[in-house]
């Protein structure tokens, strides 16, 4: 089990099937309606989401607190800033 099990969250986004830019941009939606200090999941199947996510964050101040890999997918935590 790991850390993303374990995290409660606000809000999950489904972007299991979906290639770049798609989930950074359901991220992005998901987050303009959440309040500063609260958590969003992603489950994401595409390995580029990885790196996209680091950056995304890096990019607009959002902290990444755990990525991790479960079978083929992808889970992303980020709190909102």
Do not use: W, Y
């Not at 409660?8 to 950074?24: F, K, S, Y």
């Not at 680091?54 to 992808?74: I, M, P, R, W």
């Amino acid at each position: 089990m790991s850390d993303a099990d374990n995290t409660p969250c606000d809000q999950e986004v489904n972007a299991r099937g979906m290639n770049c830019p798609l989930p950074i941009l359901r991220a992005k939606k998901a987050l303009a309606g959440m309040e500063s200090g609260q958590i969003l999941k992603v489950i994401a199947t595409d390995a580029g989401s990885v790196r996209d996510f680091k950056a995304f964050c890096s990019q607009t101040g959002h902290a990444l607190l755990v990525q991790t890999q479960a079978g083929d997918e992808f889970i992303h935590l980020l709190r909102r800033r």
